[in-house]
């Protein structure tokens, strides 16, 4: 299946049903009146979260959404029937967003969650709604209100509890595989994830989803390489994963390159909880190991890092050095964020503490 995490949608609803114009005609009845029925209401169109669904593909097929409109009213004082909803399944996580992409209309994020996007049209009231003592014979009936019509952007989030990040080649797939059933696709050169991977990870009988993100270089925030649209999937995570590749030269400025790359887009990725990692440590000696590992704490501890106690990890996804503790650390990190969502939604004030990756909440 293809990954889309982006589209645009034309949604209107039904027009609402005229009403009618009737009279009672029997026999032996000559005056029975007025009998004209109202019309129905114009179907309305609504986005409904669905817990299996991944991806906005569908959108790319099918852009445009009209819910049908109501029946018209009848004699006899038979009122239009209402016309059927339009639903339309979306992803969880998924946001909507007006035409100018910076109104946000609703955020999706549970499973069996409506939201109405257009109203469908009232249906017009037949001339029996307007009999009277003084007005016997009405010939008023009303027009159904027309439905509504608008131009929407989705966009996908996915809802994933931590997130990988680093440069390409940085061993973000291998470990997502190592540690997970995901199947992403590894190879030797750059750029081998197009695409945001998934994996359910389990660690001391907990489980969490890992997200792998495709790499950044320097001046993605512009454009470059797959640029930065792709961040938009960690926004939601607890806790950021950061892989630099152990066989770069300078893993400091490896590491700072993709902060800077974080710092640029914003939406609060530099403040997140972070743990760092030197990554592919089985191809270094111990000698490049320290200096290396040295290099990248350094960077990892200064002033614009988000922890000035970031331990730096080594850790190699072939061998499996270091990463059960790794996946610790993430857990912690988790499993605070759900307390203190647990806590938020009772209604409870949220203790502040001090957060160490490697330790947790204390």
Not at 285 to 310: E, G
Request: proline share 5%; hydrophobic share 40%; net charge positive.
């Amino acid at each position: 299946m293809r990954f889309l995490d982006q589209a645009k949608i034309h949604v209107a609803s039904g027009a609402g049903g005229d009403g009618c114009v009737g009279f009672r005609r029997e026999r032996n009845l000559p005056r029975g009146g007025p009998d004209g029925g109202n019309g129905g209401r114009g179907g309305a169109v609504v986005a409904l979260g669905a817990a299996e669904l991944n991806t906005l593909i569908d959108f790319r097929y099918k852009q445009h959404f009209h819910a049908k409109r109501g029946r018209h009213g009848q004699g006899s004082q038979r009122s239009g029937a209402d016309a059927a909803e339009l639903v339309i399944e979306v992803p969880l996580g998924t946001e909507i967003f007006e035409e100018d992409r910076e109104t946000l209309i609703a955020d999706i994020t549970r499973p069996g969650q409506r939201i109405t996007l257009a109203q469908g049209g009232g249906g017009g009231y037949g001339n029996s709604h307007y009999k009277s003592s003084t007005n016997r014979a009405p010939r008023r009936a009303d027009p159904g209100q027309e439905g509504q019509q608008r131009w929407l952007w989705l966009r996908l989030k996915l809802l994933a509890d931590a997130g990988i990040i680093g440069l390409p080649n940085a061993g973000k797939s291998t470990f997502l595989a190592a540690v997970s059933e995901a199947k992403p696709k590894i190879a030797d050169y750059p750029f081998t994830t197009l695409k945001p991977q998934l994996g359910v990870v389990l660690v001391d009988n907990h489980d969490y989803v890992l997200a792998d993100i495709p790499g950044l270089i320097e001046g993605a925030h512009e454009g470059s390489g797959l640029g930065d649209r792709f961040l938009g999937h960690v926004e939601r995570c607890a806790v950021l994963l950061h892989l630099v590749d152990g066989t770069e030269q300078d893993p400091g400025a490896a590491y700072r390159t993709v902060r800077a790359e974080l710092a640029a887009y914003g939406e609060g990725l530099v403040e997140k909880p972070e743990i760092v990692c030197l990554s592919k440590c089985d191809a270094l000696d111990a000698r490049r190991r320290a200096r290396r590992l040295k290099s990248l704490a350094a960077a990892a501890s200064a002033p614009a890092a988000p922890i000035s106690s970031v331990p730096v990890a080594a850790i190699s996804s072939a061998s499996g050095e270091g990463v059960r503790e790794v996946l610790r650390g993430l857990w912690r990190a988790v499993a605070a964020k759900r307390q203190a969502a647990a806590r938020d939604g009772d209604g409870a004030a949220v203790e502040k503490r001090v957060w160490d990756p490697m330790v947790g909440l204390r």
